[in-house]
T-cell receptor, first 114, second 110 residues
């Protein structure tokens, strides 16, 4: 199983809503990532978890709150978002050791904030 | 800040060879990766260079020169399905941090 599964695929939320994005992988990878991607732009790193601990936060606003309940799951909790937060949110995982640097991406959640 | 620069767009003919360049300036460097992303799809891994030189994987090859902070992706025998965006990405250090370049949109014409 070389898949990273993200749910939901699409999400529309109001600026006062609270929602969560979910990501799951069963490859035994120890690093998991959240990226944000706007149209025609590169993926922009938000958070990195390694061994279930938050290791990198790229100065992301607190209205985005990541959580790693176990080694297979990664959540992104959303609260009080702004319309400019509308984007494709990508989850990825990687083994991370030595030459195993390949990152596997999920299909993403396309988020629209209204 | 970190910067990874790529040409924004490249056009080539089916069956031809195309080279996509990447120059980087990052505070750390562990290796250079390449990813392909079709419209509406997820990035998929193509190759990785940690050391200087050429890595070949089928029709795709990737090159790295650490002293020049430069790498490229070479696509041979282009096919229509190769039309996509291509991103170089730098693994910054042992912390798993992976930063993406600006991206190159490749259009393959018949």
């Amino acid at each position: 199983d070389t898949e990273v599964t993200q749910t939901p695929k699409h999400l529309v939320m109001g600026m006062t809503n609270k929602k969560s994005l979910k990501c799951e992988q069963h490859m035994g990878h120890r690093a998991m990532y959240w990226y944000k991607q706007k149209a025609k732009k590169p993926p922009e790193l938000m958070f990195v978890y390694s061994y279930e601990k938050l290791s990198i936060n790229e100065s992301v606003p607190s209205r985005f709150s990541p959580e790693c309940p176990n080694s297979s799951l990664l959540n992104l909790h959303l609260h009080a978002l702004q319309p400019e937060d509308s984007a494709l949110y990508l989850c990825a995982s990687s083994q991370g050791q030595g030459r195993n640097t390949e990152a596997f991406f999920g299909q993403g959640t396309r988020l629209t904030v209204v | 800040g970190q910067s990874l620069e790529q040409p924004s767009e490249v056009t080539a003919v089916e069956g031809a060879i195309v080279q996509i360049n990447c120059t980087y300036q990052t505070s750390g460097f562990y290796g250079l990766s390449w990813y392909q992303q079709h419209d509406g799809g997820a990035p998929t891994f193509l190759s990785y260079n940690a050391l200087d030189g050429l890595e070949e994987t089928g029709r795709f090859s990737s090159f790295l020169s650490r002293s020049d902070s430069y790498g490229y992706l070479l696509l041979q025998e282009l096919q229509m399905k190769d039309s996509a965006s291509y991103f170089c990405a730098v693994r910054m250090d042992s912390s798993y941090k992976l930063i993406f370049g600006s991206g190159t949109r490749l259009l393959v014409r018949p």
